[in-house]
């Protein structure tokens, strides 16, 4: 479960990389976590457009910007959310807090309409710092942000991410690595861990769109 901590260290990242994962016609929208309301403003098209937040200031400021935001975790929520409804879901840095994704997942689609499009951004464990500090450090400590935030529950890579969709019977239809771009002094260590482990290794994240 995600931390008032850890939401407040995340309120200003803005996610413009996720805008490619969006699909072309969506009319109704609705964000898992979606803090303060920001990414509202890379969904262009008009819409309705639904939040849920757990966080009350958060929840409070993004009620400003969207058609409605119903304050609680997901799954304290979900029988507020109509079935059945919604062609836009997205979930940037959430099912990595869930103690059962899988379960997320399975009733999100009955949220969904035929044909409805599910967006996610998921943390890569194999992402090279984390491998140095494993592997280099022999270290795994946990942090306020990143990879090893303390409030993640469960840790993906991208043959997981792929798994885990598939199994709860979403298919996919776009998913690239993204990631902050490599600075000069981490190049070569980049490239052995790339001859090593795959090319996989270089990013922090990866974007997905999904359909049921």
């Not at 890379?42 to 058609?67: L, Q």
Request: overall charge neutral; glycine content about 4%.
């Amino acid at each position: 479960m995600i931390s008032e901590q850890s939401q407040q260290a995340y309120s200003d990242i803005m996610r413009p990389e996720m805008v490619p994962f969006l699909p072309d016609e969506y009319s109704n929208v609705l964000e898992i976590g979606c803090n303060d309301g920001n990414f509202r403003k890379y969904v262009s098209k008009p819409c309705e457009y639904w939040g849920v937040e757990p966080f009350k200031g958060a929840a409070d400021i993004a009620k400003t910007r969207m058609n409605r935001v119903l304050t609680g975790f997901y799954d304290e929520v979900e029988n507020q959310i109509p079935d059945d409804y919604f062609d836009l879901i997205i979930a940037n840095d959430v099912i990595e807090h869930m103690e059962q994704p899988w379960n997320f997942l399975r009733t999100i689609k009955k949220k969904m309409k035929k044909n409805a499009s599910l967006v996610l951004s998921i943390p890569n464990v194999r992402y090279y710092k984390n491998l140095k500090e494993l592997l280099c450090d022999r270290d795994w400590e946990y942090k306020d942000e990143g990879i090893l935030d303390i409030t993640h529950l469960r840790f993906f890579t991208e043959k997981s991410i792929v798994r885990l969709l598939n199994e709860n019977y979403f298919e996919i239809e776009k998913m690239q690595g993204i990631g902050p771009k490599v600075k000069k002094r981490y190049l070569f260590l980049l490239w052995v861990l790339k001859i090593i482990f795959g090319k996989d290794v270089e990013f922090l994240q990866f974007g997905v769109r999904a359909k049921i």
